[in-house]
């Protein structure tokens, strides 16, 4: 029984120091495929960007337009603007989410056809392509005609055969409003055409048109200077639209060389209306201006207007880049490691750009540094140990930093460790198999008890 309990015992001592072993040196691999795996999926998580859309300087101009403004289209980030939230009539500006909508529902080479509801529909007065009842076309023809000519009888063709009626393709266009971000939106058609209850706001058609522009299909048709629609057997010959956006017209007097799109806007109630963008030297705009009456010397508003925002925009920003991939940010020493890979540098995962004012100092830049807890060896070169946020300007930019190389844990504290449970392990053994003194005490003082009654 005795040399069954210590064969026991022995494989017993085995197996633990076995086990000490392989997980004192086989942790490491485990552990840096496992940041690894982290960081790789932490790219889309970098770089969130947070922007207070209430902190921006007041216009140093006169703005014509009952509700204006200009944003940096990558950030959202506002420049300038008047009355940004105030309830105004947006006119055509509509059929900007109009078109993205049939973008994002429709097939470009899909086929629609124009039903007499979708024709009757447009009240005197309202510009329209001309199309007929039972006449057919792409879904890309149909956006050229409705973004560049702003033609209205086709936000119906739209709506129709999206939602089946204008009514659930303007709750449509309201829940699209809301995602976006717009809280100052309510939609009741799809073209604008004159509503007391079809309202928006200058913050939340730049809201829209950001969206928009993300979208190349939509950036492809705001920026032609015209389209030409073939002939149909309902229309034998070809049609012709011209841009209804002047700034995009090298002819025109309100022409705008950096300008890229986008809608203009009419009605007697909503008067001039355009939202505009601009591309210069990598900084995108986008300006609404709604409600816009001419000036003083008879110049149109809305182009006034949205000439000077851009212009403010543009003569008063830059975008650039801040903080590029791999900038030291911090350095930490790392527990357990070893004395070779202890000293650890955190990189920034991501460049950082950033829309500036021209006075911008980088220098000026303070970091919020917020590791993860609990960092120790072993450590994967890129594993993500936490993040940085910066405020540049109002806007809140979040990244990653990632380990400068990998991080060894200490094999001498493993092998102090690892001597350490062995002897504690040999201790308990030596204890276990040490004899039972007081058994043969027991037994002796039995023998002796039994010798001295067999004496009496």
């Known amino acids: 029984?005795?040399?069954?309990?210590?064969?026991?015992?022995?494989?017993?001592?085995?197996?633990?120091?076995?086990?000490?072993?392989?997980?004192?040196?086989?942790?490491?691999?485990?552990?840096?495929?496992?940041?690894?795996?982290?960081?790789?999926?932490?790219?889309?998580?970098?770089?969130?960007?947070?922007?207070?859309?209430?902190?921006?300087?007041?216009?140093?101009?006169?703005?014509?337009?009952?509700?204006?403004?200009?944003?940096?289209?990558?950030?959202?980030?506002?420049?300038?603007?008047?009355?940004?939230?105030?309830?105004?009539?947006?006119?055509?500006?509509?059929?900007?989410?109009?078109?993205?909508?049939?973008?994002?529902?429709?097939?470009?080479?899909?086929?629609?056809?124009?039903?007499?509801?979708?024709?009757?529909?447009?009240?005197?007065?309202?510009?329209?392509?001309?199309?007929?009842?039972?006449?057919?076309?792409?879904v890309s023809d149909l956006l050229d005609m409705f973004l560049i000519h702003s033609a209205n009888e086709i936000g119906y063709?739209?709506?129709?055969?999206?939602?089946?009626?204008?009514?659930?393709?303007?709750?449509?266009?309201?829940?699209?409003?809301?995602?976006?971000?717009?809280?100052?939106?309510?939609?009741?058609?799809?073209?604008?055409?004159?509503?007391?209850?079809?309202y928006s706001s200058a913050y939340d058609m730049a809201l829209i048109a950001r969206y928009c522009m993300k979208n190349d299909t939509f950036r492809n048709v705001v920026s032609k200077l015209s389209c030409k629609i073939a002939p149909t057997p309902q229309y034998p010959e070809e049609r012709y639209f011209k841009n209804t956006n002047s700034l995009m017209d090298p002819s025109d007097r309100y022409y705008y060389q950096y300008a890229i799109g986008i809608k203009t806007g009419f009605t007697s109630q909503a008067k001039n209306c355009l939202i505009s963008a601009s591309s210069k030297d990598g900084l995108e705009l986008i300006a609404v201006a709604l409600g816009a009456e001419a000036t003083e010397d008879g110049r149109s508003g809305r182009y006034v207007d949205s000439i000077n925002l851009l212009e403010y925009g543009n003569n008063n920003y830059k975008y650039e880049n801040v903080l590029t991939a791999n900038t030291v940010i911090d350095e930490i020493v790392v527990p357990d490691a070893t004395q070779e890979t202890e000293n650890l540098q955190l990189l920034l995962k991501d460049s950082i750009s950033s829309i500036v004012p021209n006075d911008f100092d980088l220098n000026s830049l303070q970091p919020t540094i917020e590791l993860n807890e609990n960092i120790t060896a072993p450590i994967a070169e890129g594993a993500v140990l936490g993040k940085v946020t910066y405020n540049i300007n109002g806007i809140t930019y979040t990244s990653d930093l990632v380990a400068s190389h990998n991080v060894e844990k200490s094999e001498i504290l493993l092998l102090v460790g690892q001597i350490a449970l062995a002897i504690l392990v040999l201790v308990v053994l030596v204890i276990i198999l040490k004899p039972k003194k007081k058994n043969k005490r027991y037994k002796k003082n039995k023998k002796s008890k039994a010798k001295h009654s067999k004496k009496k």
């Open 1 to 138: 029984m005795k040399l069954k309990r210590y064969i026991s015992l022995t494989l017993a001592i085995f197996i633990v120091l076995i086990n000490i072993f392989t997980n004192a040196y086989g942790v490491s691999t485990d552990t840096n495929e496992a940041n690894s795996t982290e960081n790789s999926n932490s790219t889309e998580t970098n770089n969130k960007i947070n922007v207070n859309s209430t902190d921006f300087a007041e216009p140093n101009f006169t703005i014509y337009s009952d509700s204006a403004i200009v944003i940096d289209s990558k950030s959202g980030k506002i420049l300038t603007g008047k009355d940004i939230n105030k309830h105004v009539y947006p006119a055509s500006t509509t059929k900007v989410l109009t078109a993205i909508l049939a973008i994002e529902n429709c097939k470009l080479d899909d086929v629609l056809t124009a039903s007499y509801d979708a024709v009757m529909a447009i009240p005197s007065g309202y510009s329209n392509a001309g199309i007929s009842a039972g006449e057919s076309f792409t």
């Open 157 to 198: 063709i739209f709506a129709e055969h999206i939602s089946g009626s204008v009514e659930n393709f303007a709750n449509l266009m309201n829940q699209k409003a809301q995602e976006i971000g717009c809280t100052n939106t309510h939609f009741t058609n799809p073209s604008g055409i004159h509503d007391p209850e079809h």
